[in-house]
């Protein structure tokens, strides 16, 4: 993934790249794996100091942005989050969605209750919500019917999501069992050439 990455920066373009946890999860300091303790390790790389973090010579191509929660303490905040809700409001398309269906009432309340201001999980929260709605024929977003979607959030007993690293890489002289052929190539698209070459 990161030597796409690196082409891709060759190009001469723009790119906007969205991760959860990119500092924590190795992307940019190119774990490797060792195959004595048979686990993934992010080695020191050349590295420079910037804000007292040490910063790989990769990590230095990249700006990271932070983007943290919605908070609802201050009115600043309340209207933030408020304004993200409307804008969500706008993109429904449910047969009986009606003006302040996100934003009126308790409704923001509810919202900031149940995701905690994480987008992903607000955004987990309504897709699951308006797909329900349609299901059911309802055609509406309301504390009812988010009240029956369960969220990870909801589940304390599992882990957050993590990147998925498997525990031994594939090696590449010893063929997965999943990828053995148990039937011959199909060669019906085989190019054999022009056909006076193949009647000759």
Do not use: C
């Not at 040490?54 to 303490?73: S, V």
């Not at 069992?177 to 070459?197: V, W």
């Amino acid at each position: 993934m990161l030597d796409l990455i690196r082409a891709f920066m060759s190009l001469d373009v723009t790119l906007i790249l969205i991760g959860v946890n990119i500092s924590g999860i190795g992307l940019l300091r190119e774990a490797k794996w060792n195959k004595k303790t048979r686990q993934w390790e992010m080695p020191q790389l050349e590295s420079t100091r910037i804000h007292g973090l040490e910063i790989t010579q990769t990590e230095h191509r990249f700006e990271l942005i932070e983007i943290d929660r919605f908070r609802y303490t201050t009115p600043k905040q309340i209207q933030a989050f408020v304004d993200h809700l409307a804008g969500i409001e706008r993109h429904l398309r449910l047969l009986n969605a009606k003006e302040g269906m996100l934003t009126g009432g308790a409704m923001p309340e509810y919202l900031m209750r149940r995701t905690g201001g994480v987008v992903g999980l607000l955004g987990r929260l309504l897709e699951d919500g308006a797909y329900e709605a349609m299901e059911s024929g309802k055609e509406l977003i309301d504390e009812e019917l988010l009240d029956e979607i369960v969220l990870r959030r909801d589940e304390p007993e599992k882990a957050p999501d993590e990147p998925i690293i498997p525990a031994d890489p594939p090696s590449a002289d010893k063929p997965s069992p999943q990828t053995k052929s148990t039937r011959p190539r199909n060669t019906t698209f085989d190019d054999h050439g022009p056909a006076s070459a193949t009647g000759s």
